[in-house]
């Protein structure tokens, strides 16, 4: 690689056709041009490096062109076009507002305005980030603006649209550059590799189209810097390791542990991830990344929005059919979670591998104590048959004496079988007794058939008790039986069990057990009317107190332990 050029400078687009990932806003000038339609002053606003600039150089060589194809493209060939490529053409002017923004600037370019072409139609004056230029240098150029020569063309570029002055924007056509498509880029830094003799793995093509975000420019750039420091031989590996990127391949095996419900195996993924140098919050929010593409990889429909090269967007769709739906709404919804709290953490560690744990959680087995569901069983039997209510898990009779007649309700009564898989006797009307009112129906027999669902009344201390009695039964998980130690619940009006908390942790906590552990409170205290809410609530009403042993019966009470070690120790405290 002798004479070293700069990619992005030597592949800058010379016609609307080279332009990269802009295809209908060149389509447009292109048409523009063609019609004669030519305003006196436009817009291009979008990313650094969409190619803004380049299209406006295009846009001005092509206006001037003596012999334009009849694709629409300037020829490259008349003594125009060789003024322009040759950079000594009086046609463009360019003018860079981020550092040439004052009055007397937009001065100068006003007074070059009035001179007409001497080759050519049009001058074209560009001005690059004119978000820049200050009030007064703005409310200079407005003049000129509104009344400009024939023969003067303004091109304003602005990353940050939103700054334009409405008196500005109302004089202006506007043009809205997208970000180029991961894929459009990788293409490009492929066509560029075979044109430098450059060897490079579409992966790795793919990771730094990925870090270029969207701009060209700097996907060149890197590409540059990574070609000469491989030699021209661009591995993924290599790639990764320059530009300090997660390897993907963590995700996936990450995944594969959340699915098998591996917390040890995830634990020790994310110290390695940590030991190699790499921010945790970078290392999460590129988790919840991942989850966002298994679940657009789920979908035909959604396929496009996944932008990545081809070998792992294959990947990604074999391991999302491995993943539930749900799984994954809750896996980013988790992760997400633990990215906003990130920040406030005093326990930045312990709150990401919470997270990693919870995300195991969702595959794991469901509790056994978690069969009662009484809320559909009572849907189940409402043709007011008498029938002896089975165990929900217990194998299907088969119906009895079934009638000869077709059995017309199927259907609707099918839409409320819990589970259709297994074959439940059907809930076959007697003869002659009509059976339309189901669908209606099902919230009201919800309520009225009370002769299943059990409804023991109980008081405070019983609800403690069972709430305790579940804690112990999840020693392991130990932020969960932190909480629920030292959050116990109370008891509001009849049925409804109130947990106050002090965090969205800890209520995320909770909220993730919360079917087990209401499974478990019914059948403790056998009552399934008992519902469960949480609060946050900052403990700031705490009773203030300046007794020691005030003090210490309020640490007792937020930590157990506290109590044992005193025994243990044989502590007074006076
Ligand atoms: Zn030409």
């Not at 490529?85 to 007074?111: F, G, K, P, T, W």
């Not at 793919?206 to 591995?235: E, H, P």
């Not at 027999?445 to 002769?451: G, L, Y």
Request: with cysteine; hydrophobic share 40%.
């Amino acid at each position: 690689m002798e004479n070293y050029i700069v990619s992005a400078r030597k592949y800058r687009p010379s016609t609307f056709q080279s332009v990269v990932g802009q295809k209908a806003l060149t389509q447009t000038l292109k048409n523009a041009i063609d019609a004669g339609k030519l305003a006196h002053a436009y817009l291009f606003c979008g990313p650094r490096g969409v190619g803004k600039t380049s299209c406006a150089r295009i846009f001005a060589k092509t206006i001037n062109c003596l012999h334009p194809t009849e694709a629409g493209e300037a020829c490259n060939e008349c003594e125009s076009c060789r003024a322009f490529n040759e950079q000594r053409s009086y046609n463009i002017s360019e003018l860079d507002a981020a550092s040439n923004n004052s009055v007397d600037d937009i001065r100068q370019l006003v007074d070059q305005v009035r001179i007409p072409p001497q080759i050519g139609k049009y001058k074209v004056y560009i001005v690059d980030e004119v978000h820049m230029l200050s009030t007064a240098a703005f409310n200079a150029f407005l003049k000129t603006l509104e009344e400009p020569p024939h023969h003067a063309i303004f091109i304003l570029a602005t990353t940050e649209k939103h700054k334009i002055l409405p008196t500005i924007l109302s004089r202006c056509q506007v043009y809205d550059f997208q970000r180029i498509t991961i894929a459009d880029i990788a293409e490009h830094l492929q066509y560029v590799a075979a044109q430098e003799g450059i060897v490079a793995e579409a992966e790795a093509l793919g990771v730094i189209a990925q870090k270029a975000d969207g701009g060209m420019r700097d996907a060149l750039s890197i590409f540059d810097q990574i070609a000469s420091f491989t030699a021209g031989n661009i591995t993924y590996n290599a790639v990764i390791e320059n530009l300090n990127v997660l390897d993907y391949e963590y995700y996936f095996r990450l995944t594969d542990a959340f699915l098998s419900a591996n917390v040890p195996a995830t634990l020790l993924l994310y110290k390695e991830i940590c030991d190699k140098g790499f921010e945790s919050q970078h290392f999460v929010s590129g988790l919840s990344n991942h989850f966002r593409n298994l679940l657009v990889s789920k979908d035909a429909a959604t396929l496009s929005l996944l932008e990545m090269g081809e070998a792992t967007a294959k990947r990604y769709g074999e391991q999302a059919t491995k993943c539930d739906t749900r799984l994954l709404y809750k896996a980013m919804d988790l992760s997400n979670k633990c990215d906003l709290d990130y920040r406030v953490s005093n326990n930045k560690r312990f709150l990401v591998e919470l997270m990693l744990i919870q995300i195991c959680q969702l595959s794991m087995p469901a509790e056994p104590v978690q069969t009662v569901q009484p809320a559909l069983q009572s849907v189940r039997t409402t043709a007011a048959q008498p029938q002896p209510q089975p165990a929900p898990q217990a194998a299907p009779k088969p119906a009895p004496a079934q009638p000869a007649t077709p059995p017309k309700p199927a259907p609707s009564a099918q839409a409320y079988t819990p589970r259709p898989a297994t074959p439940r006797p059907t809930a076959t009307p007697r003869a002659g007794m009509p059976v339309p009112s189901i669908r209606i129906n099902a919230q009201k027999t919800e309520t009225t058939d009370v002769s299943e669902k059990r409804r023991n009344p109980f008081n405070q201390d019983a609800l403690v008790a069972a709430w305790l009695k579940y804690a112990e039964t999840i020693p392991d998980e130990v932020a969960l039986y932190n909480t629920m130690l030292t959050h116990k619940p109370t008891l509001k009006g009849e049925i409804m069990c109130h947990v106050e908390i002090e965090s969205t942790i800890q209520q995320s906590l909770i909220t993730l057990t919360k079917d087990a552990l209401l499974a478990f409170i019914h059948n403790e205290l056998q009552n399934d009317y008992i519902d469960l809410e949480t609060e946050i609530k900052v403990s700031n009403e705490r009773r203030v107190s300046y007794n020691t042993g005030d003090i210490l019966i309020a640490m007792k009470e937020d930590n157990p332990n506290l109590e044992k070690a005193v025994e243990m120790l044989n502590l007074e405290i006076d």
